[in-house]
């Protein structure tokens, strides 16, 4: 007999052998019947339940830990529900993953008509039973089953990703026993799946009020040069904690504007902020400077109340056309020469602004559920002799990470004009932190801007201006623990947008997207033990941080130096899956193409920004932190293209290690009567009336900018988020045009924007 039949043999004897096996347990369960009697339903129900084809839908921060629970530590696949399928009439399962707003209600209701029945769905997270913390927001629906039915509820702000799995075994039961009626996940339930330490930590919150006499941080020396060159269009001057602010008349904006750019050197807009007084509207153009973030004017634009209309800056500035849709949609405020003034964050038939002082929260609101004849307005219809064709890529997409929508024109393959439109995930940010109170209410809500583990980062933009308002200084201990957990987070972040941008190029669900959040899970696991959160830490405090470091100490720090040891072997991995690739540079060089001065024009920052060759970085521009007291470089490529913007983010992983291990060796040392972790911040805060301040940080996107204006009580009067990813995403169609299909996705993923932060 031959090798071959030999080992033949054997595997077929040993194929009867395992047959056997099975066969005798089989027996011991049934008899000696070959049949398995069962009825037609429970087998039905058994074959769904055992393989459920999961939808791929992302809607808010719970989607990051969703993510999680289908990658490497958690693979949901062993439960019988395996990779997520990116069309709805794929799939029978969809997990509704955060907050639902009026204006994507309809989109998901539709999502949901088109999968084939029988289909369930597991609502995740606070926002799917009531609207979550943002509830009272004018634009959140209150709760998933007001537009779909849910069949199990997993509760949390998110839910960790046991508690999903666990939710989805539930789902499992009541589809194998025919069960219909919705159910919540208890609680006491979770306790016993998780195997997790039930450690508490203590907030331990300073009330004792400093009483000495605080110094202001700037001077408010005055600027005759300025003044000088703005000659008669200013009609008055005011003075803002972080820079002096000049009042010009309306109908004189852009003359204003350009004089400022061209002979003052201020080419960087940040931020404009829209707002209404008892007497007049007022529009707020935050200026800088690129090469010198720290010269800083205020451009203030008041107009009348009966009719609030004032010139455009987006002749001047591009990245003003978002903003003033921004303010026109949510204060009311008209602005002259701009391009395309529309509502830009809520539904078109939205009646009223809804941060306005007369705007009515009550009034009912249309939201349309009905399919329209044909959902092309007639300007994106092609011309009949034309070669275009208009295509929508999303809200739901796999590639737009997150309910964002791309009106998208074709010309053949390529790519004639592209369009952005956002909104879908606006939960009220601003008027929620408007209703909030500036001592305790305010700083849980940061976390959910960038909600991808940037939440530290977030914190700090808000803890940043209300501190420089209120005069609050923070201990140098404390600076420390902020300087080390927010370059943690930017890890986190980094990480995550090298794992999905690569699932944007290459399509490859099982390579470097698992490997990245296989890095991530060890972050996040640090961060736990820090703040007792993977993804919504609310550790920053007003004049420090909630708690000091866990204990035992030494043990905490050696997780995070195990960490760094490990970092350089990962990012070499990284290096040779990704940027060694020939196809993925073939995919990515010389793609997305962003020149510097189209990147300032659109007030882009950020490895955005830095990958076009800027070299901006607020960290060392803006000192604030540890940072000016630690050795680390500022990153920049010249590339302009995809492929640069990935180096920036993986080198920046590297600048942000050399940061922490500094950090951790400075904490390691630190004497233990001098580790003050909050200064005396009084226990209600009421900046002086008529304060004003716009203070910002580098985050993990970009520059994270708050604005804010104090009445006198201990809320803000005008809370404005300057969201790094809204103005970056404004750069796409520059980026795109004449490019290819995949070209478009891969420069959207080379953005790494969140929906969250984008539409706030």
Known sequence: MSSDNTQSTQEARMGEGVDARFNSKLREAFGSSPFILTKFDQFMNWVRGSSMFMLQFGIACCSIEMMHTYAVKHDLDRFGAGVPRASPRQADVIIVPG??????????????????????????????????????????????????????????????????VYGIAKLQERIANGETSPVTVKPYELEQFSELDDDELVQHLADRIDEEELVMRYDWAESPVLEA?????????????NAEAFVVRPDEVQDALFLLRDEAGFDHCS?????????????????????????????????????????SAEPVYRTADWHEREAYDLVGIDYDDHPQLERILLPETWQGHPLSLDYDQEQPQVVTFSEHANPLNEDQRAEADSDTMFVNIGPHHPATHGVLHLKTTLDGEQVADVESDIGYLHRCEEQICQNSTYRHQIMPYPDRWDYISAGILNEWAYARAAEDMADIDVPEYAQVIRTMSAELCRIASHMLALGTFALDVYGDFTAIFMYATRDREVVQNILEDLTGQRLMFNYLRLGGVAWDLPEPREEFFESIRDFLEDLPEKLEEYHDL?????????????????????????????????????????????????????DWDVITEEG?????????????????????????????????????????????????????????????????????????????????????????????????????????????????????????
């Open 99 to 164: 907050t639902i707003v009026s204006k994507f209600a309809p989109r998901m209701k539709r999502v949901y008509d088109q999968m084939p029945e029988p289909k369930f769905v597991v609502g995740m997270g606070s926002c799917t039973i009531s609207g979550g913390p943002f509830q009272e927001g004018y634009n959140v629906i209150k709760g998933a089953e007001e537009v779909i039915p849910v069949d199990i509820h997993v509760p949390g702000c998110p839910p960790r990703p046991e508690a999903l």
């Open 229 to 241: 060159l703005l000659g008669d269009h200013v009609i008055g001057r005011e003075r803002h904690r």
């Open 271 to 311: 931020c404009v902020t829209a707002q209404e007084y008892e007497d007049r509207y007022e529009s707020i153009y935050h200026l800088r400077k690129y090469d010198d973030p720290t010269q800083e004017v205020g451009v203030v634009v008041p107009t009348a109340t009966d009719a609030p209309v004032s010139e």
């Open 578 to 630: 990704v940027t060694s690739n020939e196809i993925f540079q073939m995919r990515c060089v010389d793609t997305g193409v962003l020149e510097p001065e189209i990147a300032k024009s659109y007030g882009a920052t950020g490895p955005v920004a830095r990958g076009s060759g800027i070299d901006y970085d607020l960290r060392r521009d803006d000192p604030y932190g540890y940072y000016d007291e630690l």
């Open 640 to 760: 302009c293209d995809n492929y640069a913007r990935v180096l920036v983010r993986l080198q920046e992983v590297e600048e942000s290690a050399k940061i922490i291990e500094q950090c951790v060796d400075l904490l390691a040392e630190w004497p233990e009567e001098d580790r003050t972790i909050q200064s005396n911040v009084p226990r209600t805060l009421k900046p002086d009336p008529d304060t004003e301040i716009y203070r910002s940080v580098e985050g993990a996107k970009g520059e994270l900018g708050i604005y804010m204006r104090s009445d006198g009580t201990e809320k803000p009067a005008r809370f404005k988020i300057r969201s790094p990813c809204f103005s970056n995403l404004q750069t796409l169609p520059e980026m795109s045009q004449g490019e290819y299909i995949p070209d478009l996705i891969a420069s959207l993923g080379s953005l790494d924007i969140v929906l969250g932060e984008v539409d706030r």
